[in-house]
């Protein structure tokens, strides 16, 4: 993907996955007019202050909450992301660590590795939950939630979701998925899977009063962003049981956890690797090129996020 854009641009690179802080990047960017970032790199506005000449920061990803878009916009630089390529991607992910903590796969792995396997067959070993037939609640029904209830049909679950807005009929129809608030949503499901974009508005949109509101045996998962879920608040209702398990594969402050997590089997841990297949890493990084590649030339980009700049 560099060589590509190298046959048209000048390109500098940080190909190691070690976050540039806002100063660095402002510092690096001087006389670029674009960018390409992971969500590990956090664009400011100081980034955007010092960079007049900047035209657009395309972020290889479909969250942007590393970006501040209102400055971007103020500058008049456009942001594009990558929807869509990665929806099928997350959604799998979302299902392994379902399944996962469901059926203790983590733990009974490391259980049979560390030479503790002794009787053939355990009676009352590793029991799990059922994953078929029960009700799987999607909180976020934007296209990554809609692949998520999409694999459930082949579990005959019933599916609830909650969207600020519903889906239209024929897609509800289509995914078996009925729409109910969050409180009914949080006490009805077997399994709740949070699919939203993190900003203010969806800060510890999951917080302790919300995990009180779910059954004793549920199973919270959240592929979405750090921070949607409050982790000291989901540390201490694992602690008091008040749930089964949890599945997280994003973390508030990540790469550092809540240390309180680790004393958990029942919880199964992922570093935010939800679109990390090699297949759909090149899908994202193609798609990041063509949006930039359309600002560099002059025209509205197929992803632009401040749709107000196009
Ligand atoms: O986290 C990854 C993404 O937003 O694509």
New binding site residues.
Partial sequence: MIAALQERFDVVTNVDDTPWSPDEIAAKLAGCEAAMS??LCKFDASVFERNPQLKVVS??????NNIDVAAATKHGVRVT??PGV?DDT?ADLTWALLMATARRIAEADAWVRGGEWKIAFGMHSFLGTDIHHATLGIIGMGRIGQAIARRASGFDMTVLYHNRSPLPAEDEKRLNATRVERDELLARSDFVVVMV?YSPATHHLIGAADIAKMKPGAILVNTA?GGVVDDAALVQALREGRIAGAGLD?FEGEPKLHAGYLDFKNVVLTP?I??ATRSNRIK?CETAVANLTAVLDGKTPANLVNKELA
């Fill in positions: 992971t969500v972020n290889i990803a479909v969250g942007y992301n990558t990665l997350t974009p962003r994003v935010h939800g679109s994202m």
